[in-house]
């Protein structure tokens, strides 16, 4: 399984109409729900999650105004199931949890050695994703992001007061109708982002790994230890955006031999997404 298979793979993934299911950091609520369910509380019962959505409106010189007193619980199972969160981070190991924009999901209730505090989101064992995420936001003033960001700064006192109101909470923030991965270009403005925490500019052009991102990048270099073997490679921005939708792919065997897992991908000149998946044993999505 070479590099190049694995970009070709992603950049199919990341022009396809459904391509916020192959984003390495955009996840479907419903998958995460699903696991939340499973888990039990300190007295033995399991774990519901409640959704609520919060109307988004327009003030008259444009900047967003969330509408806290309309906030109303999401009972319809096919909107629930639209729903999905960025879970954005600054390299693959990076378990901080930054809060940049969009959908939260986030659970917190007392288990029998502690807590359990989980989703995309953290208000108790670290200081407020919200506030941990504004350095790294300071760039993003005049964009949606940032806009969302200032209004969210003047709710978050209320926002933060209903996460932690229940044992596991969906907060969706409904944009007249539309989701946050609906506005153009938001991925890609996501996207940017992510490179100025991945990559480094190299004097002879192209860019580098800064950071952890993809565990097979290069081959055993002489005198360079393993963990840096990321560095090994330039590419240009476009393929490490290509390389965030295949990751996936990279990590799921499709056969497990004596422990040994064996990772096979298809390579072509007419692959398309549906045959992508179906080789890989994927029904439509890497994250049903």
């Known amino acids: 399984m070479s590099l190049e298979t694995v970009l070709s793979l992603g950049s199919l993934y990341r022009k396809s109409t459904n391509s916020k299911d192959y984003h390495e950091l955009i996840n479907k609520v419903s998958k995460d729900v699903d696991a939340i369910k499973k888990k039990k509380d300190a007295g033995g019962n399991f774990i519901r999650t409640t959704f609520f959505r919060l109307p988004v409106t327009k003030r008259a010189d444009g900047s967003f105004e969330f509408q806290i007193d309309g906030i109303a619980e999401i009972t319809d199972e096919d909107k629930i199931a639209s ?3 960025l879970n954005f981070k600054t390299s693959s190991k990076d378990s901080t949890k930054l809060y940049l924009f969009g959908d939260i999901i986030y659970n917190y209730f007392p288990v029998k050695n502690g807590v359990d505090e989980g989703g995309n989101y953290r208000l108790v ?8 995420c ?7 003033t005049n964009t949606v992001i940032g ?8 709710c978050r006192e209320q926002i933060e007061k ?10 969706h923030f409904d944009f007249g109708g539309k989701s946050w991965y609906e506005f153009d270009g938001i991925t890609d403005l996501i996207n940017e982002k992510l490179l100025e925490s991945f990559v480094g500019k190299h004097p002879a052009g192209g860019v580098f790994l800064e950071k952890y991102l993809y565990k097979t990048l290069g081959g055993t270099t002489p005198g360079f230890g393993h963990q840096h073997t990321y560095k090994t490679r330039l590419f240009t921005s476009e393929e490490v955006q290509d390389l965030m939708y295949a990751i996936a792919l990279t990590q799921k065997p499709i056969l497990r031999i004596k422990g040994i897992g064996i990772v096979a991908l298809p390579k072509g000149t ?3 997404v549906d045959i992508i998946d179906k080789f890989v044993g994927r029904s439509g999505v890497l994250n049903p």
């Open 83 to 85: 729903l999905y969160y």
């Open 125 to 132: 064992a670290k200081e407020s994703s919200f506030v941990r």
């Open 134 to 140: 504004k350095e790294l936001a300071a760039s993003l």
């Open 147 to 154: 806009q969302f960001r200032t209004e969210y700064a003047r």
């Open 162 to 171: 209903l996460l932690l109101s229940l044992p596991s909470v969906v907060l």
């Open 270 to 272: 007419n692959l398309t």
